[in-house]
């Protein structure tokens, strides 16, 4: 039968989360993810092969019969304790320099987002220290942030560039990317976001400009000479900061270079930008605050998956997005951390919790955001977000009797997750 990297047997519970090769999950899917039981004293297994994928999923009985021959270079006892596959964070602005901890008192004060940013704070203090900042000390705290996000179950994270509005500093946050990627054991889906702001002394229309023709020309021959690797890209589509017209230029303008559209819109004001999204084929649209219904409708049509942020709704005191309505029209809806100087959040459990509670979703539906749909709002559900045979072999150990007490316990993670396994490798244990 040969050797495998990983063999974990004697589960209560095994998350498989989808049976049937599904790409994405919506509305009344979402409730229903697919979970293997212990059946009595047969508990359930998972193999993983030296290839880093999945080989095989069943019960103990059927996997001792059919691999006992087998040899394995590492054997978990996960007797009752459950698994579920490896958490995925779908939005993230990881690379920075410069905490914003002095606007947190603004915004508990009454402060709004956009008072903040006028006052000098938000994005723009931000992109001073970060411009600043050396590419060695970016990639000394991104890898932090990243083993931090590793310990509370995060094994594929979307990471936006963003914090620095001109091509130098842009280039530079998405090569820090590259190298932590050869360095912490964790999936990175690498997303330009050059258009996160109007950077100072420009107009929108001159940013925009730049973004098309300096920045995307740099970063199509990095692509090209295979130095960066990219997937999607992202405009901060807002009121005073990109309007529809200039969003939908730049989006354009990545995916003509094969990047997938995956952006911010309707957070603080409508502006249809659900609709522009979903016409062009929009992977994925953040935020959604204020999205109408015209807009998820647009969205269900498209395909497009909603990726929600209960931190950043929470942070700044906003209404929360009409998750609920989103699923019963059929959107397949994701979940992120937002994790950034704003909403200081590494950690996808909490982020789970808060959807649960702020956003009325189920535990399910909630596990299932934060898992398949968040891989397919990075287009990488076929490789990830469920324990299927030829998936990779991402997975969590949860020390307790059902799976649900990742969400359950409340900043509990660190003493639920008993493992975490990237591609058959055991990255973190407690």
């Not at 589960?11 to 293997?36: F, P, T, W, Y």
């Amino acid at each position: 039968m040969g050797t495998y990297k990983l063999l974990v047997h004697s589960a209560r519970q095994v998350v498989l989360v989808a049976s049937k090769g599904e790409r994405v999950l919506k509305g009344e899917d979402m409730k229903h993810i697919a979970v293997l039981e212990e059946d009595g004293a047969n508990g359930v297994s998972i193999i993983v092969g030296r290839d880093g994928l999945i080989h095989a999923v069943g019960y103990d009985a059927d996997i001792q019969k059919k691999y006992c021959n087998a040899k394995f270079d590492r054997s978990l006892d996960a007797s009752g304790m459950c698994i579920v596959p490896g958490l995925v964070d779908g939005h993230t602005h990881p690379v920075w320099a410069g905490d914003r901890v002095h606007e947190f008192a603004m915004k508990l004060a009454g402060a709004t987002y956009m008072e903040v940013h006028a006052a000098g704070g938000g994005i723009n203090f931000t992109v001073d220290h970060t411009r600043k900042a050396s590419e060695e000390q970016l990639l000394k705290d991104f890898e932090e942030r990243l083993r931090r996000m590793l310990r509370c179950g995060t094994t594929l994270v979307e990471c936006k560039s963003g914090y620095g509005l001109d091509v130098e500093t842009e280039v530079k946050m998405l090569q820090v990317m590259e190298n932590a990627k050869k360095n912490v054991p964790i999936d990175i889906s690498s997303t330009f976001c050059g258009a996160h702001s109007v950077p100072k002394g420009k107009t929108a229309d001159e940013a925009a400009d730049d973004v098309i023709n300096v920045q995307l020309a740099r970063i199509k021959a990095l692509m090209d000479s295979g130095e960066l690797e990219l997937d999607s890209i992202d405009v901060f589509c807002e009121k005073g900061v990109y309007d529809v017209e200039q969003t939908r230029r730049i989006l354009h303008a990545g995916k003509e270079m094969g990047l997938l559209i995956n952006f911010h819109g309707e957070e603080l004001n409508y502006l249809g930008s659900a609709q522009m999204g979903a016409e062009l084929g929009a992977t994925a649209i953040s935020h959604l605050e204020e999205v109408s219904d015209e807009g998820i409708a647009a969205m269900a049509t498209s395909n497009t998956v909603a990726v929600v942020l209960p931190t950043t709704a929470y942070i700044l005191r906003l209404r929360a997005p009409p998750v609920r309505k989103m699923i019963d029209g059929g959107v397949p809806v994701a979940l992120g951390s937002d994790f950034n100087p704003n909403a200081f959040c590494l950690s996808m459990p909490l982020v789970m919790h808060l959807a649960c509670v702020n956003f009325r979703m189920t535990m399910n539906e909630a596990l299932c955001a934060a898992t398949l749909n968040a891989a397919a709002s990075v287009g990488k559900s076929h490789s990830h977000g469920s324990l299927e045979v030829g998936k990779v072999g991402d997975m969590l150990v949860i020390n307790a009797p059902r799976w649900e007490h990742l969400i359950y316990q409340l900043g509990g993670q660190d003493h639920v997750i008993k493992h975490v396994i990237r591609r058959g490798d055991v990255v973190h244990s407690n």
